[in-house]
C-alpha cells in the first residue's frame, strides 16, 4: 500500500521559506511520477508542483512558479518542496502523492503563513 509522511511544515512570516519533505514507501517509487498537492481551509485540493520520475520534467501551478521548486532522490524514496517568497495565500495543508491516480493520502503538513 502507498504510503507517504510529509513534514517541514510551520509557520512562517510572508516572504520568508520553507522545505517541506515527503517519505514515501510501499511502491517502486522511482518509476512514478511525483507531486505535492494543497489544501486551503474550505477550497478543494490542487496540484502545486509535480516532477516526472527521472526529474527531467518539472511543472507548476502558476501561483507558485519562480518561487517553489520541487525535487526528489530517488536512492532515498523522497520528495522535496522548498518554498521561497511565501504568501498569504499559500497558506494550506501540504501533501506529497504519485502524479497520477493518487489513492491513499498522508497526513500531510501545515503550513502557515501570517505575520
Known amino acids: 500500500q502507498e504510503q507517504f509522511m510529509e513534514s517541514g511544515g510551520g509557520l512562517v512570516q510572508p516572504g520568508g521559506s520553507l522545505k517541506l519533505s515527503c517519505a514515501a514507501s510501499?511502491?517502486?517509487?522511482?518509476?512514478?511520477?511525483m507531486a505535492w498537492y494543497r489544501q486551503a481551509p474550505g477550497k478543494e485540493r490542487e496540484l502545486v508542483a509535480s516532477i516526472s520520475s527521472a526529474s527531467g520534467i518539472l511543472n507548476y501551478e502558476d501561483s507558485v512558479k519562480g518561487r517553489f521548486t520541487i525535487s526528489r532522490d530517488n536512492a532515498k524514496n523522497m520528495v522535496f518542496l522548498q518554498m521561497h517568497n511565501l504568501k498569504v495565500e499559500d497558506t494550506a495543508i501540504y501533501y506529497c502523492?504519485?502524479?497520477?491516480?493518487?489513492?491513499?493520502w498522508g497526513q500531510g503538513t501545515q503550513v502557515t503563513v501570517s505575520s
Open positions: 510501499g511502491f517502486t517509487f522511482y518509476t512514478r511520477g
Open positions: 502523492n504519485t502524479q497520477y491516480d493518487p489513492v491513499s
